[in-house]
């Protein structure tokens, strides 16, 4: 299986997914837009992963690779390829798809329930509430034909599916200690006071066993993709 990777930042990494791939023998490939922009022929490869990242979707006019990113997913998904958005990610399938990216009424960053709301039968599904890391300003609104799989207090459009093979969380739940500290080292400037904006030291008291239930629920979204 090959497995391609769009890294917006050298901070935000797989995570927990990292080795959810390695025990399934996955190839990993990656477009790294902070280093270089090529992106492969979509035809050759079996699943996009799209992470997050401090940008915009909207910044087209500064960051014009955006523009190849969104009709690389386009392509990707009408080929039936299994696509995971995270965060940034999934704002870029959203509107890669037609939907409007903007601000969202409040931030939401730190450790945050989130919400199953009513879906068919044959699209994922979260428990009714679990617990997820959060880190966004902006949300997107839901493309045409897709359907709402969860909401937060701060945050009306948790996730999305579009047909079978594509999901856009905008929550993380591959999130590590790791991964959350390298968040916290070169983002810390968006934690400004909010209702749904948590503490550094509230971050990092966090135990363990919160990113193992995460990352568990992220094998989840994975193992649904992949069947």
Not at 34 to 43: C, I, M, T
Request: aromatic share 8%; proline share 6%.
């Amino acid at each position: 299986m090959q497995v391609h990777v769009l890294q917006h930042v050298s901070f935000e990494g797989l995570g927990s997914i990292a080795p959810f791939l390695d025990a399934r023998r996955a190839r990993i490939s990656h477009t790294r837009f902070f280093e270089a922009h090529r992106l492969p022929d979509s035809g050759s490869i079996d699943m996009v992963v799209v992470m997050g990242g401090p940008m915009s979707t909207n910044d087209e006019e500064t960051l014009p690779w955006l523009i190849e990113e969104k009709q690389f997913l386009r392509d990707a998904i009408v080929r039936g390829i299994p696509v995971l958005g995270i965060c940034l990610g999934a704002q870029l399938i959203a509107a890669a798809l037609g939907a409007e990216v903007s601000r969202n009424p409040v931030k939401e960053i730190g450790w945050f329930p989130v919400h199953a709301v009513p879906a068919p039968a044959e699209n994922f599904h979260f428990p009714e509430e679990c617990m997820a890391f959060h880190w966004h300003g902006e949300t997107f609104d839901l493309p045409p034909g897709a359907v709402r799989l969860a909401e937060s207090a701060g945050c009306k459009n948790q996730a999305f599916q579009f047909n079978r093979n594509v999901l856009g969380l905008q929550f993380h739940l591959e999130t590590t200690i790791e991964s959350a500290a390298a968040l916290l080292d070169n983002c810390r400037n968006d934690l400004t006071a909010g209702p749904y904006v948590q503490s550094e030291a509230e971050l990092r008291a966090v135990p363990s066993s919160s990113y193992r239930e995460i990352n568990a629920a992220m094998n989840e979204v994975l193992s649904y993709l992949l069947r």
